[in-house]
């Protein structure tokens, strides 16, 4: 009897394990077509393409971290003003031959520029004279020319020259980019492009790739900045700028350019292009990327009165932004806190309540560049100082950044 038994239970264990078997064979066989079918192969194909589009090493994200890098790269229009910058002024040739070859190489296409502008700088007393401010003034035209290109600041903001029509900023092609990457992505799981916002924010959240791209571009952002500023206290700039005073007023408004494109590319949501999944009631949350910052909160709140003709009082409480870790920038802050506060004060005290509306709305595009401007204006004559006594670059210093208002009220004296 018992041995019937046991033959039973070994039948019945034997019955399960065969079910189990055919199971897991069935469920091989059901994963095998799935994968390794036309549609699926497809679908992973295309999944890579989009990946490699855009992360790859000449995918968008890529290509748009170029764009900010060109005028740095060694025959960049910066390194090249930079470079120029380097010769005794007095001299006409480099005392080195590879620099002087290398300044004949980016000067020669411009002669036509320069013989115009030696004309317009002719000084009898000095004959080194015209050779120096022309080569400098007509390298740095050069620079504001890509300057305005890659940031794509609209004429509409300060009085500039657009970039050349069709040119895309590399604003634009950061948020275009990721409107291309979302119509041709395939979901895991998916065997066909659907384009659901919320699971392309979800898998750039997640991705490392995504945060070391973006990361990528706001170095160079960084490292542009921090170029220009340290031209600004170049001793054969400043030279120049001795005989041809816009030099310097034009430098600073360029560098305020760069800053307002810098803060506005932070506040953007580089998924605005990709239109929301679903229907009424559905999250279209994207992504506004911003790189690790550390805030100076010590500045105390500020009060003063604005300039319109009504006596209209302002409370201001002010954080400053900077690079996380830039040691040098913040044992600055902490040196200056008074002078911030009283610059701080003197600059709201010199602002009509017009303007103190963009710094606290962000809701059209207009307003967005507004308010950007205002906190580069702002941030500017800080970093104009901070320069003097860091190389912007060296040592990870980069100086401000950002401005964040916790507090700005308005009280109207009646």
């Known amino acids: ?57 000449d995918g ?18 910066i390194a090249n003003l930079d470079h120029f910058l380097s010769k005794n002024p007095g001299s006409s040739h480099f005392k080195n031959k590879a620099n002087q070859r290398r300044a004949e190489n980016y000067l020669a296409p411009l002669m036509p520029e320069l013989e115009k502008y030696r004309m317009v700088y002719a000084d009898d007393s000095r004959e080194w004279l015209p050779d120096f401010l ?22 509409s903001m300060l009085d500039i020259r657009k970039p050349p029509v069709g040119a895309e ?19 895991p799981g998916k065997n066909i492009a659907a384009i659901d916002k919320e699971l392309i924010r979800e898998y750039f ?9 973006m990361l990528r571009i706001d170095n160079a952002w960084k ?17 120049a700028a001795v005989y041809d005073a816009a030099l310097n007023s034009e430098l ?24 929301p999944s679903g229907g009424i009631g559905i999250s279209s949350a994207g992504i506004q990327w911003m790189p690790s910052m550390s805030f100076y909160k010590n500045i105390p709140e500020i009060t003063g009165s604005l300039k319109d003709s009504a006596q209209i009082f302002f409370f201001v409480k002010a954080n400053i932004g900077y690079t996380f870790q830039d040691v040098r920038t913040q044992t600055w802050l902490n040196q200056h806190k008074d002078w911030l506060s009283d610059y701080i004060k003197t600059y709201f005290s010199n602002l009509y309540s017009d303007d103190i509306q963009y710094l606290k709305s962000d809701v059209a595009l207009a307003p967005e560049w507004k308010l950007a401007i205002l906190k580069a204006d702002i941030i500017h004559p800080i970093n104009l100082a901070i320069v003097k006594m860091n190389r912007f670059g060296a040592r990870k210093v980069y100086g401000v950044r950002e401005i964040a208002f916790s507090r700005i009220n308005l009280i109207e004296d009646r």
């Open 134 to 155: 022309a080569a400098v003034r007509v390298l740095f035209e050069q620079v504001k020319s890509d300057i305005y290109g890659i940031t794509g600041i609209p004429d």
């Open 169 to 187: 900023s590399a604003i634009e092609g950061t948020e275009a980019a990721i409107a291309e990457f979302a119509a041709v992505w395939v979901p």
């Open 205 to 213: 959240l997640k991705s490392r790739r995504f945060k070391k791209s």
């Open 223 to 239: 490292a542009l900045i921090a170029k220009l500023y340290n031209i600004s206290v170049n001793p054969n700039w400043q030279l």
């Open 60 to 77: 968008s994200l890529y290509r748009i971290r170029l764009q900010v890098e060109q005028p740095l790269k060694p025959s960049g229009t």
């Open 1 to 57: 009897m018992r041995n019937d038994k046991n033959n039973m239970n070994r039948l019945l264990i034997t019955a399960i394990k065969i079910a189990i078997a055919a199971l897991l064979l069935t469920l091989i066989v059901i994963i095998a077509i799935t994968i390794f079918s036309p549609v699926s192969r497809l679908a992973s194909r295309n999944r890579r393409l989009a990946v490699s589009g855009l992360f790859g090493t």
């Open 252 to 275: 600073n408004d360029l560098i305020v350019i760069v800053l307002s494109a810098d803060i506005y590319r932070r506040g953007r949501d580089i998924m605005s292009g990709i239109s």
